[in-house]
Nanobody, 119 residues
Framework: QVHVVESGGRSVQVGDSLRLSCVVSGLTLSGYFMGWFRQALGKEREFVASIDRNGGNPYYRDAVKGRFTISRDNAKNTVSLQMNSLKPEDTAVYFC????????????WGRGTEVTVSS
């Protein structure tokens, strides 16, 4: 059984930095793409960032480019999201997701970790 568990979310001030972590168990992470999504209150879940199975080709939504960095450690089955220069519009529940290489959809999801950015 696959488990995806996020951590690191909390309340911060505008301009602060925060690092989210995600630990995956039940599969060998090196065979999967990893991603972060977020969902703000009253809005649909949106893509934030992804990274390929070898830690290359990071891809970001425009709103976080230059501020967020996704990384992974396959030896530890973890993926992280370093978030700098946080803005109020970054406030959301952040979800970690796992996708098999040949799948079009994300296969496994965590329950999310909440980030609140206050001015």
């Amino acid at each position: 059984q696959v488990h995806v568990v996020e951590s690191g979310g909390r309340s911060v001030q505008v301009g602060d930095s925060l690092r989210l972590s995600c630990v995956v168990s039940g599969l060998t992470l090196s065979g999967y793409f990893m991603g972060w999504f977020r969902q703000a209150l009253g809005k649909e879940r949106e893509f934030v960032a992804s990274i390929d199975r070898n830690g290359g080709n990071p891809y970001y939504r425009d709103a976080v480019k230059g501020r967020f960095t996704i990384s992974r450690d396959n030896a530890k089955n973890t993926v992280s999201l370093q978030m700098n220069s946080l803005k109020p519009e970054d406030t959301a529940v952040y979800f970690c997701a796992v996708r098999a290489i040949l799948d079009a959809k994300w296969n496994f999801w965590g329950r999310g970790t909440e980030v609140t950015v206050s001015s």
